[in-house]
């Protein structure tokens, strides 16, 4: 197995329950523990209490791959706290991390009163999150008057403030701050930057993306989730949600170099997500969504799996092909195009028009019942080999 360490905590693996509902109780921790996670962020502690803090209501869209929330249960300060205590006292190797927000009229002293008390309660390392988007992100997006504090997705776009918070705790406690961030806003990079700047040991992204969930046309104003009357825009994750987490944090391995420590969320449901995310620049993995569905178990499955991944490609640690993607990836105007026409197989193709009808495309004409390809007007774009259902379509290289 895979061990990981970051300032000074050792992880058994690289692989973390994500905060939410899965690490809100004593008995889940144990079970990640027993399923062999490296860590778990704890269910995120409010204070002061009650901020939005509702019954749960989750919705999986299984076609569409997300899964979205509308409603959540926080951990009051006091649950939070008795939960780091026993999860101190009743796991081993479990790295525990405690997720806090401060939404008070302490401002800093009341970020920095939680921090303390979570590293009192047995805390390993504390999780700041700047991410959450059901908080006074969702009133503001929802067209709310701005009346409560600034918290999660609406502070972690300001990396004057996320670095000055970072700075202040991490100055205070002797514990790793680990700071969880938003790609809301588009500065997930800078804002990254300036929390490494300012002490953090590891960032973390992505938490969940704020959109609306399908909804029935002929009843527009009956909210999609089952048991809530109105619709509302929700919390998104899972595997929809995984080509934006690797943008992020591709986009934050770029900016920061090859150094800090960056911890990946979204969408990574088996290993091949898991060696994207690491190759996009990630060292950690945080998993939330398919524990949720599946259970904490699949870990095992997992890791196995990267472990023959990596025997195939003579890799012996994740840092062998951690970046890879970073490095290859390269911007719009450095792109290499291969110049290439369709060309049809005129025993597959049975005429059907789906080629001809592209709306952008001139090159193809159906004549006797078959495509017939102009070389002269074919771009490359390849969508005639997508919209193909007979797979009568191939490109030849222009001589
Ligand atoms: C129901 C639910 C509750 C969540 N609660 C928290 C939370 O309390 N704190 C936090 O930082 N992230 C929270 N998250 C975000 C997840 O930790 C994770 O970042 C996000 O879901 C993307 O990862 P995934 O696709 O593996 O779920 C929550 C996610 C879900 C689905």
Redo the contacts with the bound molecule.
């Keep these: 197995m895979m061990s990981f360490e970051v300032a000074g905590l050792k992880f058994r693996n690289p692989f973390v329950v994500?905060?939410?509902?899965a690490?809100k109780h004593i008995t889940q921790l144990i079970e990640a523990e027993q399923c062999g996670w490296g860590g778990a962020?704890?269910?995120?502690a409010i204070e002061p209490a009650p901020y939005i803090n509702l019954d749960?209501r989750?919705g999986w869209w299984k076609q569409e791959h997300y899964?979205?929330?509308s409603a959540?249960k926080?951990?009051t300060l006091d649950e939070a706290l008795r939960l780091t205590e026993k999860g101190r006292r009743q796991t081993k190797e479990l790295i525990i991390l405690a997720?806090i927000a401060y939404t008070g009229e302490k401002g800093m002293d009341g970020w920095l009163d939680m921090a303390r008390r979570f590293v009192a309660a047995g805390a390993h390392g504390l999780?700041l999150?700047m991410?959450?988007p059901?908080m006074s992100f969702n009133l503001k997006v929802s067209g709310e008057q701005e009346h409560t504090a600034q918290s999660g997705a609406s502070l972690g776009q300001n990396a004057e403030i996320v670095g000055m918070a970072t700075k202040i705790i991490s100055d205070a406690v002797d514990v790793p701050v680990f700071v969880?961030l938003t790609p809301e806003g588009g500065r997930i990079a800078e804002v990254a930057q300036a929390c490494f700047e300012n002490g953090a040991s590891v960032v973390?992204?992505?938490?969940?993306r704020l959109a609306i969930p399908e909804f029935d046309i002929h009843d527009p104003k009956r909210g999609p989730f089952r048991f809530q009357v109105e619709p509302s825009v929700a919390?998104?994750?899972?595997?929809w949600?995984?080509p934006l987490?690797l943008r992020d944090v591709f986009e934050i391995r770029k900016k920061v170099g090859p150094v800090p420590c960056i911890l990946g969320?979204?969408?990574?449901?088996n290993y091949v997500d898991a060696v994207q995310m690491i190759m996009c620049g990630a060292d950690m993995i945080?998993?939330?969504?398919?524990?949720?569905l599946h259970g904490f178990d699949f870990l095992s499955g997992l890791l196995e799996n990267i472990d023959k991944f990596m025997d195939r490609h003579g890799y012996n640690s994740y840092r062998n092909f951690r970046d890879l993607a970073v490095e290859a990836i390269a911007p719009a105007d450095k792109l290499t195009l291969e110049q290439v026409y369709a060309r049809v197989e005129p025993q597959l193709c049975d005429g059907c028009g789906c080629c001809e009808r592209i709306g952008h495309c001139y090159a193809i004409t159906i004549e006797d019942q078959k495509a017939i390809v102009d070389p002269r007007q074919c771009t490359g774009c390849s969508t005639c080999q997508n919209v193909c259902h007979a797979g009568a379509i191939s490109f030849v290289e222009r001589g």
């Design positions: 994500a905060s939410g509902p690490t962020s704890l269910k995120l749960p989750y899964l979205a929330f959540e926080r951990l997720n999780e999150n991410c959450c059901n969880k973390g992204t992505t938490g969940n919390c998104f994750s899972g595997p949600v995984k987490a969320t979204g969408g990574v449901r945080g998993i939330c969504t398919e524990v949720m």
